[in-house]
């Protein structure tokens, strides 16, 4: 098996990488960067979400482990004091894992260029400066005008971050679903949305066609994009998935329960 060891450069995951990296030599494990079958991050969400982002163009033959140093993640199963039992499961290993939809995004630029990428949580478009205008379609259909500071289009596993803060549904990961929260949207008599979450079907994408404008920000997960004029951008579920191995498994209501309840403590 081949693996390597991503992590961020807080003290406490740095000195949990070293440990690993000691027993995973120990253990005799290939440490591979370039072509791991395993990444393991250490650190949190957003650790995780860098490393997905770097080994993009390999979904189809990497597994993920989240080693938390911090706070419960929805992507980490470990804990930092729990370094050897994963090396023990990582020895015991038979394949399995758990997969998770991702985010499709296409952007048309008035240049007739374009990019693609891929979100693990979701998308977002924005309008800082202003109000947003954007027309929005649903599987090619005219659906509304959207008007306010801007659009959050997720995954299920994106349902729990930025989507939620602005009012959108906690979904279940196994859903092959997208859904659109609105950013602040303006509802009044001359405009109106439906000023309601959307949740897709798994055969059906998102449209937007924002009004021409060279101050739109997008992001993709964590990173932050200026783009030139936008033209369309297109969204939905992708064909590649992220998969996680998995050796003991968090009942997906309980992960929420303690994120944001936290009742049972």
Partial sequence: MRVTVFHNSIPASVTAAQKLIKL???????LNERHPDVV??????????????????QLDTIRFIGVHTGHLGFYTDWRDF?????????KEDSGQSVSYPLLDVRVMYADATSAHYLALNESTLK???????????????FFESFRGDGLCVSTPTGSTAYSKSNGGAVMHPRLDALQVTEIASINNRVFRTLSSP?????D???????TGRDDY???VDQFVINPPTIKQIYYKIAKERIHFARYRHMHFWDRVEDAFIGAKH
């Fill in 82 to 90: 729990e370094i050897e039992d994963l090396v023990i499961a990582l």
């Fill in 204 to 210: 059906e994408w998102v449209t937007l066609e924002p």
């Fill in 127 to 141: 309008r800082l400066n202003g109000t947003m205008r954007t027309e929005v379609y649903i599987k090619g259909d």
């Fill in 24 to 30: 995973l030599k120990n253990g005799h494990f290939e």
């Fill in 217 to 219: 920000v997008m992001t």
């Fill in 40 to 57: 393991i991050t250490i650190g949190g969400d957003g650790t995780l979400l860098s490393a997905f982002h770097r080994y993009a163009d």
């Fill in 198 to 202: 959307i949740i897709t079907a798994p």
